[in-house]
């Protein structure tokens, strides 16, 4: 790949360019890959709760708008037993996707 493969993440209403050294990689590794992410001064660029405002633990998904509903279109991680990846959903280069905390039952 010859040009660099941005996408801009949008979480808790702030917006940051990442670079994507292989959008061919599993959404799984690419969260874990976000959630250990740090900027220059060494902190990290997301902050992850484990649980929400309820104290249910919190998983966190990537997610794309739909151009046609304007609505969040989750991207699962796995199909069956395919690891999807951003390709899989269509994401480009200069993209925009959201980070979307779901709780699940504990």
Known sequence: MDEDFLINIVYKNRKVKFKVTDPTL???KLMNNLRHATDLEGKLVFDFPSVDATGAPLDFYFGKEDTG???LRI???RIGKDEQTLFDYGVTNGDTIYL???PFPG
């Open 26 to 28: 599993p959404l799984s």
């Open 69 to 71: 509903t304007k609505e």
């Open 75 to 77: 991207l699962r991680p």
């Open 100 to 102: 979307v905390a779901d």
